[in-house]
């Protein structure tokens, strides 16, 4: 009897010539209370979040039995989850490409989900998140969008390998963002999130105001630990 959220199927959206393929959790309670609106968590690699037999080497994030399990436990508000799987990871995930995902993430998939699903449209209620490259991307696609995006989450994040955020970021004006970081210590891009902290500090971001980091002890790089987290 208890309550479960559930994953839709495949759905292929495309823009600017390129189609993907995105995946929905639905939370618990979604279609028996049909005035309530949710936030939305759009998370990258969708391939490896619901399914072992999609996931690279049958590793998945069990992002829907961990959302269920939280919700059970009353940690957290009910959200609904968008897995976008990237056309061409090393072209949607770094410089120059990313510029084309994050269009369309804010105005391609963003504005579809809005329309079909019952979701808080607001930027505090809407979180771009990823892993590895999908954490470069994630910040990417908050910092160019974050009148769309108010929140990111990057974990492990490659930061500054095939990415221009540390040139950006230094130089643009600070955005309205929430900022989490995690990472594995003493190895798994610790130093590159240690450095994009620092950078985020100085210009003006907040620790326990408005960034948040994580350095996990033996840490490991890969959806194991990142489903821990």
Known sequence: GEERGHVSDV????HEGVTRAVRVYHPPGYDENTLRRFPVLYMQDGKNLFFPEEAFAG??????????????????????????SPADRMRDYTQPGYVAYGRFLAQKLKPLVDAHLRTLTGS???VVMGSSLGGVAALHVAWQHADVFGRVACMSSTFGRFDDLF??????????LL????????????????AMRDLLLHQGFRLGVDLMQWSVPEGRHGEDSWAAR
Not at 60 to 73: A, G, I
Request: proline share 3%; glycine share 4%.
């Open 11 to 14: 759905l292929h959206v495309e």
């Open 167 to 176: 040139e950006r970021i230094a130089r643009e004006p600070k955005r309205k």
């Open 124 to 126: 505090q209620d809407s």
């Open 59 to 84: 590793n998945e994030w069990h992002v829907d039995e961990t959302m269920d399990r939280l919700d059970r436990m009353n940690a957290l508000r009910k959200v609904v989850v968008v897995g976008v």
């Open 179 to 194: 900022v989490y970081l995690d990472s594995g210590w003493p190895k798994d891009n610790y130093e590159a999130t240690n």
